[in-house]
Nanobody
Framework: QVRFVESGGGLVQPGGSLRLSCVVS????????MAWYRQSPGKQRELVAE?????????????DLGDSLEGRFTISRDNIRNTVYLQMNNLEPDDTAVYYC????????WGQGTQVTVSS
């Protein structure tokens, strides 16, 4: 069973930065496409960014916000440490959510997530 342990969240002011980490317990991590997801209160969980095993990245575009995360967020991975990262810059209040990592597409079990709160 794949397990995910997320960390790195916190309270940050608008315009601030955070770096999230997720350690993944899986035998062949380097072959697995990974992604970050987030869930805000009252909303469904949504895809934030994804990365293939060899490092090709894709970022979400939120039509209702007119916001593409590419340029503000950077997903990366370390295939030696079985870890996926999400560097988040220029954070906005709409980025407030619990952030989760999982495979892409996701498997059924989720980690506890890490809370990101953007507020002044």
């Amino acid at each position: 069973q794949v397990r995910f342990v997320e960390s790195g969240g916190g309270l940050v002011q608008p315009g601030g930065s955070l770096r999230l980490s997720c350690v993944v317990s899986v035998t062949v991590f380097r072959l697995v496409a990974m992604a970050w997801y987030r869930q805000s209160p009252g909303k469904q969980r949504e895809l934030v960014a994804e990365i293939t095993g060899d490092g090709i990245t894709t970022y979400a575009y939120f039509l209702d916000l007119g916001d593409s995360l590419e340029g503000r967020f950077t997903i990366s991975r370390d295939n030696i440490r079985n870890t996926v990262y999400l560097q988040m810059n220029n954070l906005e209040p709409d980025d407030t959510a619990v952030y989760y990592c999982n495979t892409r597409p996701p498997v059924g079990n989720w980690g506890q997530g890490t809370q990101v709160t953007v507020s002044s």
